[in-house]
């Protein structure tokens, strides 16, 4: 039992979240259709062939579970790191001797 997935250099391809619950629901897919066939008295689908099955789905849920845990470890770090420029930012424009009003802070104030 093979699936294919996108990748980031095809087009249409999601977040890696995404794509591994598109993965994960594939393989639910792919569960239910095998056991549907086993109570419509398909006598070819075998025992290990649901549980390959049933193995796949919960190994793409825990990897749409790993890649939304990485997305959202991501994003906290970049929100901690954003909170952190700014503090800086601050800190350096209440530093003695930082010049305000210069063009790199945007506004002109004229010395009075």
């Not at 699936?3 to 977040?15: E, F, K, L, S, Y």
């Not at 800086?88 to 305000?100: F, I, K, L, S, V």
């Amino acid at each position: 039992m093979t699936t294919t997935t996108a990748t980031a250099d095809q087009p249409g391809a999601g977040t890696a979240a995404e794509q591994a619950e598109q993965e994960a629901a594939e393989a639910e897919q792919l569960l239910a259709a095998l056991e549907e066939r086993v109570r419509d008295g398909d006598e070819k689908v075998t025992a290990p062939q649901l549980a390959e099955a049933r193995e796949l789905g919960r190994f793409a849920t825990l990897r749409a579970e790993a890649a939304r845990r990485k997305a959202e470890r991501a994003a906290a770090r970049a929100a901690e790191q954003e909170r952190a420029d700014r503090l800086d930012q601050a800190a350096a424009m209440t530093e003695p001797g930082a010049h305000r009003g210069t063009a790199s802070s945007g506004h002109y104030m004229s010395p009075a």
